[in-house]
């Protein structure tokens, strides 16, 4: 492992914000190991450090003029996210409202104040609010109820806001709240199922929104406040359009366009109607920001590339790069690029997927078998060190993206919900099988392994299919889903029973999707790794799952990461646990060869 080894020390970028005249760029890495706060002072691009509280930034924005800069940051994992404020005078951090043990959401600075969502007094709805920041009060803006309500834009005249308030994943709706204290839903009947991307004010009286409203993918539309007209201007064939970006001065919107595995930058000119795709050195984009002056600004990455920061002056056609982030020992070319696949699955529905394969060289005849997590999310040609550590280790990585997955159009994305145990694992059997079939895969040498919603299908299949994997690991995997919905956070309770079930009225089908109800047939050996601040998927879904192993005497092996939560945020813990997990594998790959031979 020694030379694969430096794919551990890729760097990441989180989140930036550039100043309002573009003369300072901050950005959430992990230059120091730990995530932080650096700063560039454009045009030179030398970093310079200004957090130092080595935790995950969650939304970082300069306020108007650009004097101090808005910024929420967690402890350890645990995303009970405070907000500060770093003004740029004297380069001090203070906490904006002294609330440091309830969750705030994506703070959006207007001059002299700064709106956002937050866990207050509503834990389970949210209420939105309006911080002074001359008198120092704070103002409840929004009171969220019957669902989970974030503020998503404000005004530039401050005149509304826009809230999205979620039933379930598949169900969002949007409401304008003026600051009369008039709520309005922007959609002729908000009770027909549809989701809500995103929504940007062009003015006050003009709101831009994506979604899927009365379709199968989500478009782009217009909401105008005064007379209450929904009216869609741009659609993309067999294409959902996410995030909305916009230039300061509301003639242009850009877009992130999502089909399956990939990822496509639009522009569209609000004035005329008219749009065009924009090339950009990305496969995989995950913000945009356009300033005053028409300068684009892109954070993305490939997924041979770690993510960068990237520049398009307007005008001009090439992007500079920011940023110089690499995987330290290899070049592009010696990395894994992702084959895209599809088969049919038990039902002949077809399922996409990456094939990440080793080079011939380097190849060790074994495949991981990845579920990815959400599990309405997706795997797409973004960068994921794990995988190229993967393939450099000489192991083929499949990732199939099941139903319920994201960027496959409405239908596809619900089949999922009180469902997460059934279609998507005989999905994920199917590839399997299919991968064999087509000899893309030898049988007898499949690993298996996921995080998230993928521990707990790592986790349902060892339990129903162990005779497929050779060993398994599990990272923050749900293992019993009516302990799962009890110890979610509490704005994640009200669509619960939508999303996973009812515990009394579909007891029979929540047990048959529990993976802690066939722990009787995990019989290989499987290493279980948790955060322990999780507040997402709680340790004790792994540690029950432990302990009842350990008591049958079956082949465990526990890490526990005492300073993390849903994921590995510290490089040092990085580190620690990719070294475990092909430790891990490498001690069965070669147990099982030496079986073989005798």
Not at 348 to 368: H, Q
Request: net charge negative; hydrophobic share 35%; aromatic share 12%.
């Amino acid at each position: 492992m020694e030379k694969a080894d430096s794919i551990l020390h890729a760097l990441r970028i989180k989140d930036f914000a550039v100043h309002p005249d573009e003369t300072q760029l901050i950005f959430d890495t992990n230059l120091n190991g730990t995530s932080n706060l650096w700063a560039m002072d454009l045009p030179d691009t030398y970093p310079y450090q200004l957090s130092f509280l080595n935790q995950d930034s969650k939304g970082i924005a300069y306020n108007p003029d650009g004097s101090i800069l808005y910024a929420g940051f967690d402890n350890d994992g645990n995303e009970q996210s405070g907000l500060y404020k770093l003004s740029l005078k004297n380069g001090t951090f203070q906490s904006l409202n002294g609330n440091q043990t309830d969750r705030h959401f994506a703070p959006i600075p207007v001059q002299n104040a700064v709106y956002y969502s937050s866990t207050k007094d509503n834990p389970t709805f949210l209420n939105t609010y309006r911080y002074d920041c001359l008198t120092e009060k704070e103002e409840l803006i929004f009171e969220g109820k019957d669902g989970t309500s974030m503020l998503s834009d404000v005004s530039p005249g401050e005149k509304a806001v826009s809230i999205h308030v979620y039933y379930v994943n598949s169900h969002s709706v949007c409401m304008v709240h003026t600051a009369e204290g008039v709520t309005t839903g922007i959609f002729p009947d908000e009770t027909l199922p549809h989701m809500v991307y995103s929504s940007h004010f062009a003015s006050d009286d003009r709101l831009f929104v994506t979604t899927n409203y009365e379709a199968e993918f989500s478009y782009l539309a217009l909401y105008t406040v005064s007379s209450g007209i929904f009216t869609p201007v741009l659609s993309i064939d067999k294409t959902d359009l996410t995030s909305i970006h916009a230039d300061p001065n509301g003639t242009f919107l850009y877009l992130i366009g999502k089909k399956g595995v990939k990822e496509v930058m639009y522009e569209y000119n609000t004035a005329t109607g008219q749009s065009r795709q924009i090339d950009c050195p990305c496969t995989s984009i995950s913000k945009i920001h356009c300033a005053y002056s028409g300068t684009l600004y892109i954070l993305g990455s490939t997924p041979t590339r770690p993510t960068n920061l990237y520049v398009l002056t307007k005008g001009q056609s090439k992007w500079r790069q920011l940023t110089k982030h690499s995987v330290p020992g290899f070049s592009e070319q010696e990395l894994s690029y992702p084959e895209v696949v599809t088969y049919p699955s038990f039902d002949g529905l077809p399922i996409e997927g990456l094939l990440f394969k080793p080079s011939p060289v380097e190849a060790n005849g074994w495949t991981i078998i990845w579920p990815h997590g959400g599990p309405q999310d997706a795997e797409t040609f973004m960068f994921y060190d794990l995988f190229q550590l993967a393939a450099k280790m000489g192991y083929q990585l499949f990732a199939p993206n099941f139903r319920g997955s994201a960027n496959y159009g409405y239908s596809f994305f619900k089949m999922v919900e009180q469902d997460w145990g059934d279609g998507p694992r005989l999905d994920m059997t199917a590839g399997i099988d299919w991968l064999i079939d087509q000899k893309l895969a030898d049988r007898e040498k499949l690993f298996l392994m996921g995080g998230s919603y993928g521990g707990y299908m790592s986790l349902l299949l060892h339990g129903r299919h162990p005779e497929y994997f050779r060993a398994v690991v599990d990272i923050c995997g749900v293992s019993n889903l009516f302990s799962f919905v009890k110890t979610v956070p509490d704005f994640w309770q009200p669509m619960m029973e939508k999303w996973v079930g009812n515990p009394e009225r579909d007891y029979e089908k929540m047990k048959a999707d529990s993976p802690v109800t066939y722990l009787e047939n995990m019989t290989q050996p499987m290493l279980i790794i948790q955060g322990a601040n999780d507040p997402r998927v709680v340790k004790e879904e792994s540690d029950q799952v432990v302990d009842q192993l350990r008591n049958m005497e079956r082949n465990i092996e526990y890490l526990v990461l005492e300073n993390e939560g849903h994921g590995f945020s510290k490089k040092e813990n990085k580190m620690k646990v990719y070294r475990a997990i092909f430790e891990f594998f490498e001690k069965h790959r070669l147990y099982h060869a030496a079986k073989v031979e005798e």
